[in-house]
Nanobody, 120 residues
Framework: QVQLVESGGGLVQPGGSLRLSCAAS????????MNWYRQAPGKERELVAS????????NYADSVKGRFTISRNNAQNTVYLQMNSLKPEDTAVYYC?????????????WGQGTQVTVSS
């Protein structure tokens, strides 16, 4: 079955860096656009970054442009989110997402999430 397992979250001071990883299995990773979302307390889940199946195209939320970088390793079925110059407003649970066309419709799959806390 489809599995997405995030890791790499934690507590970091403002201005610091973290790298999140998402290990994927159960689908053809190398053919799938991958996304990172985040959800802060009391807020809706928002799309942070996306990367095309071969990594040639990326998109970012305006709030993270120039600070976050999404990348992938198709040989290892893993997608990454490098987060630099972290701010307190980046505090959220970060989720890995894949939308898969299965049985005639799109199905969204999510990891369990990893907590990122930016605080001094």
């Amino acid at each position: 079955q489809v599995q997405l397992v995030e890791s790499g979250g934690g507590l970091v001071q403002p201005g610091g860096s973290l790298r999140l990883s998402c290990a994927a299995s159960g689908f053809t990773f190398s053919s799938t656009t991958m996304n990172w979302y985040r959800q802060a307390p009391g807020k809706e889940r928002e799309l942070v970054a996306s990367i095309s199946s071969r990594g040639g195209s990326t998109n970012y939320a305006d709030s993270v442009k120039g600070r976050f970088t999404i990348s992938r390793n198709n040989a290892q079925n893993t997608v990454y989110l490098q987060m630099n110059s972290l701010k307190p407003e980046d505090t959220a649970v970060y989720y890995c997402n894949a939308d898969l066309w299965i049985i005639g419709r799109w199905n969204g799959y999510w990891g369990q999430g990893t907590q990122v806390t930016v605080s001094s």
